[in-house]
Every structure is written in structure tokens, then in C-alpha cells.
């Protein structure tokens, strides 16, 4: 097993700011009730600001099995270095790395399966894998499925109702289901199924707020769970969110209906945008993002860059012949968008040569 540090940690973004950053998947566009109270955020900058002076509250608007983490990312880690200890770790591939990542910490065993084909994701193979190590461990396993829901990097969403219904009925708690939908408010609300931690003990939810409000810079998010809610309160970092992401949650909560009503309007969008980019889209993503294979990726890259744009390499997700695309907003998506057509006439012409 590969140690933690061994890990590439570059998750996508750049520091040149005058580059267009296609590298990244958060939404071009923020709220603009969020925008006049983080202008407005230095009393909580001045305070220590625990989680659990809103938490009660938040509980209310997003159900009372939540407990408010610092961002996907602090979840994944309290994970590895506890649930994950001696556990035997399922990731299908391809997916978000930092799985992995954490998985060394602790982890018995990586279990990595590729299960797309034919451009779409089939859980019968994350079914069978699973049974696979289940039958191999027989009566000591402790198995944790971890995946993306929707998928990084190809933008696919899943409905995982059925699989987890056939694991509690055969396995019980003892396999357990991460799954992290960090992109789930890009899927139009129309078809997504709502997985509900109360019917399924052996599922682990994580959240963020990161993506679909365009702010990496704030670290905040969620996680639902019926079993392990006391794990997570018990091991996230005291003051995580810190004043941004607590003056974050308060504005959310204060503007419920405003918050909701930018993210169908941000569903709307990013599907008209997709849309666009039909021709070159190679899996069917529903979110901010897409894939396109465009052959020499190094080439590609260099050639966009000269163009003051960038896209995200796929090398990490084994995958050595596409880029991932963050897609923006329309004068800048027609700029790349023009540059894809061109590098399409390109490639055909080196083929035919």
C-alpha cells in the first residue's frame, strides 16, 4: 500500500489569477445575500465561533442528523483515521483521489474497481466487488464503500437506493456506504433521488455548501449519518468553519428561500451550458463540469495556455487522454468553447495526414 504522503494533492486551480480557471468546479456565480453579509463578517472574524451555537438551528433546515464539518475534506479525514482503521476500503474508479489518500491511513485494504463502461457507471460491478470481499472475509469484515455521488470526475449521477437496500438486507451494518454528493445541487432537483440516513444506518452522507456557492475559499459543509453522528461531533477540529463559514451558515439560514431558488436557477444554468458543449461532452455529466478527450492532453494543455485559459488534467484518475472542464460563465465558456472546436479540426486533420 502506497504511503498518505506518496498522494499528488493538486486538486485542480492555479495561482495566476489572470487565467481563466477552467481547472476548478465551483459556480461562477455567488449569491448576492451572501455577498452583502461576508462584506460584513468582521465581528465573527473577531470571535471564536462554534458550530454548536447554530447547530440546533441548522438542524432544522437540513435535517437533525447533520452535524456542520469544516468542508467534504475534514470529513474524509476524521473517516480515515478512525472509521477506516483496519477496515477493508472499496473505491470504485475513477473518483475523487483524496479517497484514497485518507484510506492509508488506516485502511487494511484498498479495493480499487473500475466500473464505468460504455461511458456510464454500472453498479452491478461495485455490487459484485462487494460481494467478492465480503464471501473472501466471511464473518470479520468491516467493509466502507467510498464514492463520489455525482461522480469526479465524469459528472455522473447515480441513483444508489437500490444497492444500499440489497447491502443492509444482506450485510447489515457491516458494510458501510460513504457517499460524498459535494456536487449534488448541480443534478436538477427532478432527478435526484433523496437518500434518507434514517431508512439507511449503513450510509455516511457528505455535504458541501463549497461548490454550488462558488467559494473555495470557505470551508463548509455537512455530514448525515444516524450511527456515526457522534463520531463526527466527537472528532471534527474545534472553530473549523471559522468566521467566514459561520457567518456563511447564518446568512443560508436567514435567506432559506433566496438560497434555494439560486440553486434551481443554478440547475437551469449549468444544463443550458452543457447543452453547448454537447458535441464534446464524453460522459453524461449533470453537474458544473465535463469531460473531453482531446487526445495529446500535455499539448493541449500548453496550447490553452497560450490562449490565457486552463483545464484540468485526468492523469490522477487514470484516465490519460481527457481533460476535465469547470465550466463558467457564458462569455467564458464560449471562449474555451471556440478553442475546442478548433483543437477538434486540428486533431482530425493530424488523423488524416
Known sequence: ?????????????????DILDFSISVNPFVPEFILQVLGKKLQNLRR???VEWIEEDFRKHFGSNSVIISGATEAFHILGWTLMEDAHVIIPTPNYTEYERVATFKAKEII?????????IELDILKNILE?????????????????NPNNPTGIYKDYSILLEWSLSKYGTDVIFVIDEAFIDFVPEKLRIELDERIY???IVIRSFTKILGLPGVRVGYVKSVQFKELFEKYRIPWAIGGDGY???EAIMENKEKYENFVRQTQQYFAEQRERFSEFIYFLS???????????????IAKLNEERMHAREMFDFGINDSVRIGLKKPEHNEKILKFLILWW?????????
Request: glycine share 6%; charged share 30%.
Open 132 to 148: 467478492t470481499t465480503a464471501s473472501r472475509l466471511k464473518k470479520h469484515k468491516k467493509i466502507i464503500v467510498i464514492t463520489g
Open 48 to 50: 471564536y465561533t462554534y
Open 286 to 300: 449533470l453537474t458544473n463540469y465535463i469531460v473531453v478527450k482531446v487526445g495529446d492532453v500535455k499539448k493541449f
Open 247 to 249: 457567518t456563511l451558515l
Open 345 to 353: 479540426k486540428e486533431m482530425k486533420r493530424w488523423i488524416n495526414q
Open 1 to 17: 500500500m502506497n504511503g498518505a504522503n506518496n498522494f499528488h494533492k493538486f486538486h485542480g486551480g492555479i495561482k495566476d489569477e
Open 112 to 120: 480499487k474497481v473500475n466500473y464505468v463502461e460504455a461511458r456510464e
Open 201 to 203: 444506518p449503513n450510509l
